[in-house]
């Protein structure tokens, strides 16, 4: 009786995991949520997203990841205030300049964009434009001028999927601009991003996709530890829902950045993990 009912119960087990939605190995990757809180900066909710996870489970998602508060962005705008809607002290809403996947590649001369955008600001729900795609001679346009000038006005953050380049035109075109740098230029380096800190007070660099050259194998690398403590009120940490699988892996890639700042000084990876994306967002 005793061994029917151990097999019973590891039958259980089996299939309680089996419908865990979480990648393997992160179901025991400890107390889910343990350290500070997380605000991430980088998600979005696109319309490819709305039928497989309503904002319910979006939501639960977030709750199991121990995220706070998200930064999100969607293409369309309408997945970004649906979840708003749900839970308007916990999303922040900012706008993108894509209508479908087809603007990303010609938004940045594209008057019509202009348009589209100045419409959505009247809203007052947005808290900043992006995240887009941006690069080189692109932020040279007078979209891009325009889209400057609307950032001014109406104190918005741009959030930027840019190279060196055009982060460098961005801040030229207009000095007064505040900027999220995503990925950490996505293949930039800690010496150039430093530079870049260094230069501009009004960037900020997020995190999101850049976990494994930060932190190859779970351990901080050395340079990448010296920079982000030395510019602990710079770095915001994201997860980038860009496709609808990562919202399968979004809870062990808040594990994976959890292992790091676990190796910063406490108040360090408070600043990166919550507090520096809450003052850019009150």
Do not use: C
């Not at 293409?75 to 900012?94: C, F, H, N, W």
């Amino acid at each position: 009786m005793r061994g029917s009912l151990l097999v019973a119960l590891s039958a259980v087990v089996i299939l309680l995991d089996a419908l865990d939605p979480r990648p393997v190995g992160s179901q025991s990757a400890g107390a889910r949520g343990a350290g500070p809180a997380i605000f991430d900066a980088h998600i979005h909710y696109s319309a490819p997203d709305w039928s497989v996870y309503p904002p319910e489970r979006i939501l639960e998602i977030l709750d199991r990841a121990g995220i706070k508060r998200a930064l999100v962005s969607s293409t369309p705008d309408d997945g970004t205030l649906q979840l708003y809607e749900k839970a308007p002290t916990r999303i922040v809403p900012i706008l993108r300049p894509y209508r479908t996947r087809d603007d990303m590649g010609k938004w940045w001369d594209d008057p019509t964009v202009i348009s589209y955008l100045e419409e959505r600001l009247r809203r007052r729900v947005h808290r900043g434009i992006g995240e887009f795609h941006l690069h080189g001679e692109q932020a040279g346009t007078p979209v891009i001028k325009r889209l400057t000038e609307l950032a001014v006005r109406d104190n918005l953050v741009l959030h930027a999927h840019s190279d060196e380049a055009a982060i460098a035109e961005l801040f030229r075109v207009e000095p007064r601009l505040r900027i999220i740098w995503a990925h950490a230029g996505m293949s930039s380096g800690p010496r150039v991003v430093g530079e870049f800190l260094d230069r501009h007070a009004n960037l900020w660099v997020d995190l999101a996709l850049r976990n494994s050259d930060v932190a190859p194998g779970g351990v901080l690398d050395p340079a990448w530890q010296a920079l982000l403590t030395r510019h602990a009120d710079r770095f915001l940490v994201g997860t980038d829902t860009w496709v609808t699988s990562r919202w399968t892996a979004l809870p062990g890639s808040i594990d994976e950045v959890r292992r790091y700042l676990g190796q910063l000084p406490r108040d360090v990876a408070e600043k990166i993990a919550f507090k520096n994306a809450e003052r850019l967002f009150p």
